[in-house]
């Protein structure tokens, strides 16, 4: 007696939390891909539930223990797992787009639902996105998903979805007028938190960050989505007319351009030097790491001008982070300075500028350091 | 009565790309009806077409109205080849015919294609204006009303049951013409689609005219059936029970006097206009005499049974004299008809007075091509034969009807099995009595007397029984004689008392047969079918032995015909009747006595039986009160196996064979396991697992003993196919099979609905079917309904509360007890003892013992305190009902109303567009009303692919084919403006597959009531928001009646 065709179908869809995770963490639900064939095709599992071909999917589901707690057996399990991949395989179709989702009219499932569907769907694992953050969403990138499963453990299928979504967001979201992280929730319909993360992975693969070298790994997802944000709101087109084409998507590059002006302030060593007393006349008696701070002052301010004076050049666009960490959160971290006397040292140096007479560009300084500080105290942890 | 129909094309959406240069489409429409096709522009570029087309007018007879579906074409336009056909949209117009459903067609249809599903959407609306006309002569039956629904509608009272209607109309199929071998599958498919949709529109008008004729209104318990008889051509056939319905309506001045149940019925929520297609209205109750009166004119050709809706009690409890007489008296009006059969299920109160048993009738018969599809004498003649039958046994019975009647067919190549069953019944002679009589039965239900026994009792004479049967008194009121088990193929009467819950019970059963041709073939089938008869009964009496039940309701046997096998699948829901004796146990009895270990494996499957009926009567709560010998006046009879049901299987030849399927004077509770088959039987018997804890389930309306229904529902549809290695098959391991294969099946719904625990499967639908050598199909369909466990009241004894255990039908119901309950037991004791709390508490926690004694009185008395208030709560909604009445007519007033009134009761989702419609194959929808009945649904869809393996297997075909036949129902209901479909049934399931050329098919008939429903909770919100409507002009459009 072999099960030709075994179905479920209600009226409304049911919707299994852990399956649905374990499809979409990409695990075989058909017979016996790993377990089944290559033992002759059967795996004998307790007395109870029989001899019986297993999906990784059922096999994970029978670890959870859920027959001890519903008395079912595995070919239920089977069963009810394989009537669950194909409901989500149906619906994959409209996840890609989901006010699709909302409008279809074939799956009758309630809005509390409906919403968990996509979130999950789109939702996105930490190693994973670490790994293509700032990468090209492209062919060549896709080809290397062998790879990132192996690193990572995350099944290559799960890894696909996710690249794919990515990938998705992005070209929709691409040539769009408008705020990306309402763009995004427009048309993906996600949380608000999950579309700040997108808009961070699209900001990036467009800018094409540079993320992944040694020195940056110490550093989480959230660390780059928070200065992405940071950099979306002030340093973008966007940030200065609402009405621009990509205007959240690519740095303003008038800005870049003007950003050249800031040498000023370590090349010309009277300002420099000003700038170092102001900093360190307010300073003294307030930090732990003050004499660190004063032997290092200078290294540091022309490691931060640099960088901004470099951001002209596509390339160095592309290695801000690691200059940031080279220039600025290495030396700090050498010295031991604690968070707090970071957040006081950015504050009294980016302040101190606007006691300098000589210096003209004190709006442009505070567009690129009111951001620039944000960034480089997340930055700054081990 | 010519119509004009107006169709208006007003938008698409989520079209399929059909360029794929452009990746766009040029979609344009064509809508045809009859033989007239109007056209849209072709919108260019575009997945979202908006036409927004003129009305397009089609002006047509009414019996074209009747019989057409409206065809909606999608295409691409193509410039230089053909256009291509996105798919099509078949809108059924009947529902704007009658003037109390519809009024208009509005929404988003899916565009179906048979060969790639659902296409996209298309917003379409349409309007019908009828002119009246009297034309004697006409030939079509619009304005009678149709419903799947096997009982009385809710809205509805009914004045007259008229009794059975019956039709079916035969064509060639189109997938067997000649022209099909070079036709493409799509053009083939479409042919079938538009051809049955074409005779079932023409079925319902022939039926309408029957009814007409018998000066009814409407159809109830309309079941519509498809044979695909296949070279031999289509056979579309429908029965029904003709009824004289009234809207419900009643003054509103009398609502808060009401608390008698019976009263209660009858008031309705309700106010409609009064309607141009009515014939005869009767407001209030006090005017049924005339309803009466006008039929005691009526020519005595069209015989009828009036029933005037209201009473209770049985003619039981009359003695002997009048009860004959009752009998003669209906007997005499019933005779006069043809077929005295009702499809009916469910009764109104005092409706059926007794209950005979099951009546069934099977024929084999061989098919042969129709020559003439109009004249369908020779299959008209077959079900004749079969329902003669049918009376006669009904007869025997010492029946003059027969009631929860169906019929149904299986084929298999060229034979085909005919069924036909029902429940014998003596019914209530109302018809008889003039309006007096029912001020004292009305009284005699508030002394509530008859308690629901009176259908127990035997409507056949004693001394002349028609089989061997064992009778007593009745457990009940001690005055007549009732069998020891009764069988029934009816849903558990309201009345009736009932003792613990119900169960689920079924008898399988699989016979190999050598294949053969024709006449031999017909008669291996019909030699073997007593057997199979013989079989399901005694397994389904083993079992109901087992559950310590003596009842079954909804009993529905299929057998199946296939190349090589029969199969015979009967389900039912057992139950312990009050009025019925507490059945025996089984007992074992080995052949071989001598031998020692023999002897002792014997002993321990007797302790293994004996072990599992007490078990199964602590899980189904079966404790009924112990008797002692002196007050029942007869002993306690040995109980012994006989049959309630009586049948006959005639071949073609008209040889009739008589089957007594008593086990005669042996004592039949003993089991005797002579070989291993025998062996095998009581293994079966003891391998059915009791469901998972939490769980009930039951093929009836409502699982008895269960009342406290909460709102959540899940109805669902479950497929499964199996294949028997082809080596050494056996009627054991075939048996065993087809065992394992329901079991499991079971199993699965348990485990797929284990979110919902505590609820019941109801109306749990098994259908088996043989589509190929080595495959068995089973096919079933129920709703899952959660309850309240907290609030059960399983425990009770007290006199009012046995009342709430009464099994209950009717929604309206589940409101009137709580307040019987509140007007008479409450005050006589508020608080009852504390022991009772205990008890109640204990069984329902998990509590250690230690912290309950502590806890229990607490926590008890706030339940009993907030079921108190919500008594009060009840009431109040009670009294109030009174303002909703114009809220309803406000919602009739204008269909910009009747949206907003939607909207309202909907509960508000966010961001979602489509709106929930809720499907059941329930009468009712648990914790709410419905307002309207908008029309039946009844669609039929083809599938095919050709693409089996890209579409995921058989498994993923048929899984999104059901899929997209449920979201076709739920557009259609939406369209009407419903927001749900009862009494569904899915009729049939037809598959058929070869993977080896990678190709499926799938026929799918789906049928249900399409409702408007609104939550009792937003009742009350509905009310208190009234005045706030009648500020609106714009929305109720000028025409508030208050």
Redesign the interface.
Known sequence: MTSELDIFVGNTTLIDEDVYRLWLDGYSGLWGTVCGCRFGGAVVLDGRAGRARMSDAVALRVRSGILEQTGATAAVLQSDTMDHYRTFQMLERLLHAPPKLLHQLIFQIPPSRQALLIERYYAFDEAFVREVLGKKLSKGTKKDLDDISTKTGITLKSCRRQFDNFKRVFKVVEEMRGSLVDNIQQHFLLSDRLARDYAAIVFFANNRFETGKKKLQYLSFGDFAFCAELMIQNWTLGAVDPQADDMDMDLDKEFLQDLKELKVLVADKDLLDLHKSLVCTALRGKLGVFSEMEANFKNLSRGLVNVAAKLTHNKDVRDLFVDLVEKFVEPCRSDHWPLNDVRLFLNQYSASVHSLDGFRHQALWDRYMGTLRGCLLRLCHD | MPGKLKVKIVAG??LPVMDRASDLTDAFVEVKFGNTTFKTDVYLKSLNPQWNSEWFKFEVDDEDLQDEPLQITVLDHDTYSANDAIGKVYIDIDPLLYSEAATVISG?F?IYDTIHG?RG?INVVVKVDLFNDLNRFRQSSCGVKFFCTTSIPKCYRAVIIHGFVEELVVNEDPEYQWIDRIRTPRASNEARQRLISLMSGELQRKIGLKVLEMRGNAVVGYLQCFDLEGESGLVVRAIGTACTLDKLSSPAAFLPACNSPSKEMKESPLVHPPSHGCRSTHNSPIHTATGSRLTQNFSVSVPTLIYTGMGSGSAGKEGGPFKALLRQQTQSALEQREFPFFTLTAFPPGFLVHVGGVVSARSVKLLDRIHNPDEPETRDAWWAEIRQEIKSHAKALGCHAVVGYSESTSICEEVCILSASGTAAVLNPRFLQDGTVEGCLEQRLEENLPAGCGFCHIPYDELNMPFPAHLTYCYNCRKQKVPDVLFTTIDLPMDAAVIGKGCLIQARLCRLKKKAQAEANATAISNLLPFMEYEVHTQLMNKLKLKGMNALFGLRIQISVGENMLMGLASATGVYLAALPTPGGIQIAGKTPNDGSYEQHISHMQKKINDTIAKNKELYEINPPEISEEIIGSPIPEPRQRSRLLRSQSESSDEVTELDLSHGKKDAFVLEIDDTDAMEDVHSLLTDVPP?SGFYSCNTEIMPGINNWTSEI????????????SLNLTNQALNK?FN??CE?LL???Y??L?SMIPCCLCHVNFTVSLPEDE?I?VTVTAVAITFDKNQALQTTKTHAEKSLQRASTDNEELLQFPLELCSDALPSHPFPPAKEHLESASSNSGIPAAQRATSVDYSSFADRCSSWIELIKLKAQTIRRGSIKTTVTVEKASPVGEGNFRNRSSPP??????G????TPLSFIPGAKITKYLGIINMFFIRETTSLREE?G???F???F???V??MV??HVAALGGNAVVSYIMKQCV?MENPNKNQAQCLINVSGDAVVFVRESELEVVSTQQPAANCQPSCTGGEVTT
Do not use: Y
């Open positions: 959406r989520h988003w899916p659902i959407e998972p899940q109805m669902f549809t479950s497929v499964r196919v199996i294949r028997l290695s099979n394992d294969l499991n199993k699965s719904l485990f797929k284990r495959l199909q989702c966010a961001n979602s567009t489509v929930v419609v809720k499907m995921g058989v498994s993923g048929l899984h999104a059901i899929a997209e449920f979201a739920r557009a598959f």
